[in-house]
C-alpha cells in the first residue's frame, strides 16, 4: 500500500520520504525497524521527542548505516556460505552490506571500501582458491593502493595437516597491514572443524564495529550467533540420517579399481542441491584400527569419554569409531601428544632443523603408528581424546540432478585401499561404502552448495567437459539436468581412465545421451590400453583446432578431479591450444585463461 496525506497521520513531505524509503528496505531492515519503533515507543520516547532523543535516534541511526564489504575466496564452498551468514548477521544489525566473490569484486573501489571482512580458504599446497586469484595478485602487486583509511579482519580456512596451514589468509592478513590498513580484530585460523572459531570470529567482528548492543536492544533483543540460523534443517552441524538405496561397483570383473555408484534417499528431509554441488558424508573409522589403537594404548574400549564442549560421553570405541579422527597426523597434535609422554625421540622429531623429516613422516603414518612408533602408553584414554580432531565430513562432487532424480542424491567414490610401512590402509569413507554400507542402511550427509562449479545461465551456451575416474561425475548431473531442461547448447566430454573394457564408468549412460544428442561429443582416453600412456590432455591436443572453435563460441570449460597433477596438465594443454591455433603468445594465452575464469567461463572442482 503506497502511503498517503488521507490515509496516514504523516504530512506531504514525510509521505514522500516514506513512500521512497520503504520499498528498498530489506524483510531484516523492515523488521529492526519495526522493533526498534516498539522500543522507542516503549521508552516513552514517542510522547514527547525533544532534543536529546533525536541526538540519540541520529546516532543510532549513523551507526547502523556504516558499510561493511564481505569478500570471500571459496574453492568448496566453505568461505562462501560463511561469508553469507556474516552478511546477514551485519544486515540483522542495520549494517549496509556488500557481500562479493573476490573474482567478481572490482579491485580499483577498494580505496573507497572502509571496513572490509575477508573469508578465504587455502587450495592445494598454500595456494590461493581460483576465485580469490585475481584479488590476491592485485592485492600483492604495485598497483595495490595504500589503505590507511580501511580497517579489516581475515577469517582463514584450512587444514593442519598440510604444511602451509591457511596461508592464503596468512597472506592477505599481512598484505593488508603493510598498506597501511588496520584490523577489526585480529585473524583467526580455522582448522577442518571450523564451526566454533567462526562463529567468535563473527560474534568478535561485530562487537568491535561497534553499537551492536544499541541496535539489539532497539530491535528488541537478537539471537545468538549461530551458523545454522539462515540454512534448512539439514546441514553440515546437523546431518540428515539418508537411507542408501543402491550401491554398485561400476568396473568390471579384473580391473585394478572399484569404484561405487552410491544412491542415497533424501526424502523428508527438504534438502536441495543443484548440479556442481557436492553430497558431504560423516564416515566412521575402520573398526579393526579403532581395535588395534585400543589394544596398542592399554584402554578399555567401554571407558566413557567426553566428545565435545558440553560435556557429551560415548564409550572410547564409539568416540573412536564416529567422532575423532584417528588417520591423519598434524604437528600440532604431535607438538601436543609429546606433552603427554615421556618420550625423548617425540619431542627431538619436533625440534628445529628436523622439518622434512617431520613432513615425511606425517605424511605417511596414522595414529596408530605414532604410539607404537614412539611407546605412547600409560595416558588415560580422557586425555588423549581431547587432543584430536573431529572426524571431518568427505566430500563427493554429486553425479545426479534433482530434476532427473527426485529426492534422490547420487555420488561416485573410488576405493581407496593400499599397503605402507607393513600395514593395510584404508581410505576412511570410501572402503566403509565398499565394505560396510547396504541398502537400507543410513549415512549422516549434508549439501555441500558450491557457486564456483555451475553450468551456465543460458542453455544454448556450448559446454566442454574434462572428467576422468570419478571426476566425471558431476558431469552425470551436468548432462541429466540438460536433458530435463531441454537445453540446446553443444556438450563436449574427454574422459579417461586406465581400460576401456572394465573401466568405462557410466558407459551405457554416456551412449544414450549420445545418441539422443543431449551429448554432442565425446572423446576418451585409456591410458594401459596401449604402448603410450594417453590421458585426457593428450586427447584435447589431438581435437585443438575443434577444442578453439568452441572457445571462440563461448563455450564454458569445466575441469573436475585430481588437482595435482590432471588439472595442472589440463590447464597447459588448454594454453598450449590457445597459442597454437589462436596465435597468443604464451603471455596472452594466460591472460585469456584468466579472463574466461574471472567470467565464469572457466572452472574447476578439483581435489
Not at 114 to 124: A, D, E, P
Not at 355 to 376: A, C, K, M, P, T
Not at 563 to 583: N, P, R, S, Y
Request: charged share 25%; aromatic share 8%; hydrophobic share 35%.
Amino acid at each position: 500500500m503506497e502511503l498517503q496525506v488521507t490515509n496516514s497521520p504523516f504530512n506531504q513531505e514525510q509521505v514522500e520520504l516514506l513512500n521512497r524509503l520503504l520499498p528498498t528496505l530489506t524483510e531484516a531492515q523492515r523488521m529492526w525497524l519495526s522493533g526498534y519503533l516498539t522500543a522507542l515507543h516503549g521508552a516513552g520516547a514517542a510522547a514527547t521527542i525533544g532534543a536529546a532523543p533525536i541526538a540519540t535516534v541520529t546516532a543510532n541511526a549513523a551507526a547502523a548505516s556504516r558499510e561493511v564489504t564481505v569478500l570471500f575466496g571459496s574453492q568448496t564452498g566453505n568461505s562462501h556460505g560463511l561469508a553469507k551468514k556474516m552478511s546477514k548477521k551485519l544486515e540483522e544489525q542495520g549494517f549496509q552490506v556488500t557481500l562479493s566473490s573476490m573474482s567478481d569484486f572490482k579491485p580499483n573501489g577498494l580505496k573507497k571500501v572502509q571496513n572490509l571482512l575477508i573469508l578465504v580458504s587455502t587450495h592445494g599446497e598454500g595456494d590461493a582458491p581460483d576465485n580469490a586469484i585475481s584479488f590476491y595478485e592485485f592485492l600483492h602487486s604495485k598497483r595495490a593502493p595504500q589503505l590507511e583509511e580501511l580497517r579489516f579482519s581475515v577469517l582463514a580456512l584450512g587444514d593442519t595437516s598440510y604444511e602451509f596451514y591457511c596461508q592464503t589468509g596468512k597472506d592477505f592478513d599481512k598484505r593488508l597491514e603493510e598498506l597501511g590498513a588496520k584490523r577489526i580484530i585480529s585473524r583467526v585460523d580455522c582448522d577442518v572443524d571450523f564451526d566454533e572459531p567462526a562463529a567468535e570470529w563473527m560474534k568478535n567482528v561485530l562487537a568491535s564495529l561497534g553499537e551492536t548492543s544499541i541496535v539489539q536492544a532497539s530491535a528488541g533483543g537478537a539471537n545468538p550467533i549461530s551458523l545454522n540460523e539462515v540454512e534448512s534443517e539439514y546441514s553440515r552441524t546437523n546431518p540428515f540420517q539418508a537411507e542408501v538405496l543402491e550401491n554398485l561397483n561400476l568396473n568390471g570383473r579384473g580391473s585394478d579399481r572399484e569404484t561405487r555408484h552410491i544412491e542415497i534417499s533424501l526424502e523428508g528431509s527438504k534438502l536441495q542441491y543443484e548440479p556442481g554441488d557436492s553430497l558431504g558424508i560423516y564416515p566412521e573409522n575402520h573398526p579393526r584400527l579403532v581395535d588395534d589403537l585400543i589394544e596398542a594404548m592399554g584402554w578399555n574400549a567401554d571407558e566413557l569419554v567426553t566428545i565435545n564442549k558440553i560435556g557429551d560421553k560415548r564409550s572410547l570405541r564409539e568416540a573412536l569409531l564416529r567422532h575423532y579422527e584417528i588417520t591423519v597426523l598434524t604437528k600440532p597434535l604431535l607438538t601436543q601428544a609429546a606433552e603427554l609422554t615421556s618420550s625423548n625421540e617425540l619431542k627431538e622429531l619436533l625440534e628445529s632443523g628436523r622439518e622434512q623429516e617431520l613432513r615425511d613422516y606425517i605424511g605417511e603414518r596414522d595414529l596408530l603408528d605414532l604410539v607404537q612408533d614412539y611407546s605412547i602408553k600409560g595416558v588415560p584414554a580422557g586425555e588423549f581424546v581431547s587432543i584430536l580432531r573431529k572426524i571431518p565430513a568427505r566430500l563427493y562432487s554429486i553425479a545426479s540432478s534433482l530434476k532427473s532424480f527426485p529426492d534422490e542424491v547420487h555420488v561416485t567414490v573410488r576405493t581407496v585401499r593400499y599397503e605402507t610401512q607393513g600395514r593395510d590402509r584404508y581410505g576412511v569413507c570410501s572402503v566403509q561404502l565398499a565394505e560396510r554400507i547396504q541398502p537400507g542402511d543410513s549415512l549422516p550427509v549434508y549439501i555441500q552448495h558450491n557457486t564456483n562449479f555451475k553450468l551456465p545461465e543460458s542453455g544454448d551456451t556450448p559446454i566442454i567437459m574434462i572428467g576422468p575416474g570419478t571426476g566425471v561425475a558431476p558431469f552425470r548431473a551436468f548432462l541429466g539436468e540438460r536433458e530435463e531442461t531441454g537445453a540446446e547448447g553443444k556438450t563436449w566430454l574427454f574422459y579417461g581412465d586406465q581400460h576401456f573394457s572394465t573401466d568405462f564408468l557410466y558407459q551405457v549412460e554416456w551412449q544414450r545421451w549420445l545418441k539422443e544428442g543431449v551429448l554432442t561429443r565425446m572423446d576418451v582416453a585409456f591410458s594401459r590400453d596401449t604402448d603410450k600412456k594417453i590421458y585426457v590432455q593428450h586427447k584435447m591436443l589431438e581435437k585443438s583446432r575443434e577444442l578453439f572453435q568452441w572457445l571462440q563460441e563461448g563455450a564454458c570449460v569445466y575441469v573436475c578431479g585430481d588437482e595435482k597433477k590432471m588439472a595442472h596438465d589440463v590447464h597447459a594443454a588448454l594454453g598450449t591450444i590457445l597459442v597454437q591455433e589462436g596465435g597468443l603468445s604464451p603471455e596472452e594465452s594466460v591472460q585469456y585463461l584468466t579472463r574466461m575464469q574471472q567470467e565464469k567461463r572457466y572452472q574447476r572442482d578439483v581435489y
